[in-house]
């Protein structure tokens, strides 16, 4: 399922807390955009329409909970990342961030301990 940057701007407050009226979404965001209310409940129903949330009713309004799992998101991100841009391969992604220098020690540190368990994971 493809969503947009801002759409998953939206999804990642209903990842965080669910369900929640589209008041309380307006209101997460408000801290961090400056979107007007009209512009986050059009994502909401672009959301809907896609089938990444549901809506079900609560008196007069509606809450709003995902379908779309934040995990299945991520991996769509990711492959569609490294298919676009490194030829669906992780070692050149890498290779890019070491190149500019994007890698701290700590990055270093966990891809080395990341190595190993896939190393000995292996038959």
Do not use: C
Request: hydrophobic letters at 40%; a negative charge.
């Amino acid at each position: 399922m493809q969503i947009s940057e801002a759409e998953s701007i939206v999804m990642d407050v209903l990842w965080r807390r669910q369900p929640l009226a589209a008041e309380d979404v307006v209101a997460a965001l408000a801290e961090s955009r400056q979107w007007q209310e009209a512009t986050i409940k059009t994502l909401l129903n672009r959301l809907l329409n896609k089938g990444a949330i549901t809506a079900e009713k609560d008196g007069r309004r509606y809450l709003y909970t995902p379908v779309l799992k934040r995990e299945d998101w991520l991996i769509g991100e990711s492959e569609n990342l490294l298919d676009r841009l490194f030829d669906g391969r992780v070692a050149p992604l890498v290779a890019h961030f070491s190149q500019h220098r994007k890698l701290s020690r700590k990055d270093i540190a966990e891809l080395r301990r990341l190595l190993e368990e896939i190393d000995d994971a292996s038959p």
